[in-house]
């Protein structure tokens, strides 16, 4: 039986310099696949030949319940195809990105192909020497504000991408989403079927799983309780709790939006999405998830009205300084090559 690589322990020394094109990817391919995605599916396939890569979406990965038009699996991709481009960068190499190059094949998300050497920028060093530190940090965030001009690179960063981030510190304006983020708990928690599909996806903590999320990653009570108890119980109300202190605590919410609501802009927003995680653990910062009052339809347009930003709401998060979170596990590339 042949042992699959962790793409955790992906080192730098490994690079193979003197191959070609497609080993060269495949080799990157290992930092791609550490970008987050919804309840690490890890939705992503790729294919190397000609010496570039093809990025396809895993629609058998799908999250049927709480992402019925696959948008989270594409932004999902995003992420990776962002990562994918900072790795590139980082051993010095310009890219050749054409995001859905193929109208009739709607899994095809992207093509990379490697370019000329060119040394990467400072802000791409930043990037890649942090790929390996970022995690979703679900723990809660001290008082200490993020740097203003870090928030203003933030949105630089994601303006580049082709989205837009909406910034909310203010205690009232904060309340209020956060009073959402509960609304959203209560109703996705008391729906069997989501239930269901989250606690498919959960691990007990010394799972041998390479995808989904293990307990540990969620640092309370559900690190002990595992997915038997996902599934059987309404959760609702604890977690409501929970998440609108969380929510209230940190010291900025983001809401990550986009012009349009095409697969091409659902790419953009994983892009920009693994660009400001990056950017802000670059600068000790952490970020975590709190999408619900966005995937719950009927919360959305309430969301909407507090972000006056037009255009399509795609992720909300928060951001601020935590506790130090361990890795969950990543598939190897063996498992994701087409
Ligand atoms: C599009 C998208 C949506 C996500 N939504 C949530 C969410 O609503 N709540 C949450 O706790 N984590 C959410 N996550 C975080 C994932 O669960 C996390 O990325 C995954 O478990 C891998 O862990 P890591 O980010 O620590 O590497 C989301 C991630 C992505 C990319």
């Known amino acids: 039986m042949s042992v699959l690589s962790d793409p955790w322990e992906v080192f730098e020394v490994d690079f193979p310099k003197t191959r070609d094109a497609g080993e060269k990817l495949r080799f990157l391919l290992n930092y791609a696949v550490l970008a987050p995605s919804g309840h690490n599916t890890q939705p992503w ?4 030949r000609n010496g570039e890569v093809e990025l396809y979406a895993d629609r058998t990965r799908g999250l049927p319940i709480v992402d019925p038009e696959d948008r989270a ?25 054409q995001t859905i190059p193929d109208p009739d ?33 679900r723990g809660p965030f ?23 981030l909406h910034l909310v510190q203010d205690e009232a304006a904060k309340h209020a989403l956060a009073e959402l983020i509960a609304e959203g708990d ?17 691990h007990p903590n010394r799972t041998k799983s390479r995808d989904g999320i293990p307990g540990y990653a969620f640092g309370d009570v559900m690190s002990l309780a595992g997915p038997f108890v996902i599934r059987t119980f309404d959760t609702g109300k604890g977690q409501a709790a929970k998440d609108r202190q969380l929510a209230e605590g940190s010291p900025v919410l983001a809401v990550l939006g986009t012009e349009g ?19 802000a653990r670059a600068e000790g910062v952490w970020g975590s ?4 009052p966005i995937e719950v339809s009927e ?13 399509f709401l795609q992720l909300l998060l928060r951001m601020g300084y935590g506790q130090e979170v361990r890795p969950t596990p990543r598939r190897a590339i063996e498992e994701v090559l087409r």
Not at 45 to 48: T, Y
Not at 186 to 201: G, P, T, Y
């Open 45 to 48: 396939l790729f294919k190397v």
């Open 73 to 97: 699996l594409v932004i999902s991709c995003g992420a990776a195809l962002f990562n994918l481009r900072v790795a590139v960068r980082h051993f010095g190499y310009a890219y050749e990105v």
């Open 105 to 137: 094949d709607p899994d095809l998300l992207a093509r990379v192909r490697l370019g000329p050497e060119q040394e990467a920028t400072e802000e791409e060093e930043l990037l890649f020497e942090v790929l390996k530190e970022r995690h979703s940090n």
């Open 142 to 164: 001290g008082d200490r504000q993020v740097p203003g001009r870090l928030l203003s690179a933030l949105q630089a960063a994601v303006w580049e991408e082709g989205a837009w």
């Open 186 to 202: 209560r109703i996705q928690l008391a729906d069997k079927r989501f239930r269901r599909e989250l606690a498919s996806w959960v």
């Open 261 to 279: 609501d095409t697969p091409a802009d659902w790419l953009a927003a994983g892009q920009a999405l693994a660009r400001i995680l990056l950017r």
């Open 289 to 292: 998830f709190l999408n619900q």
């Open 299 to 311: 919360l959305r347009p309430r969301v909407r009205e507090r972000v006056g930003e037009a255009g």
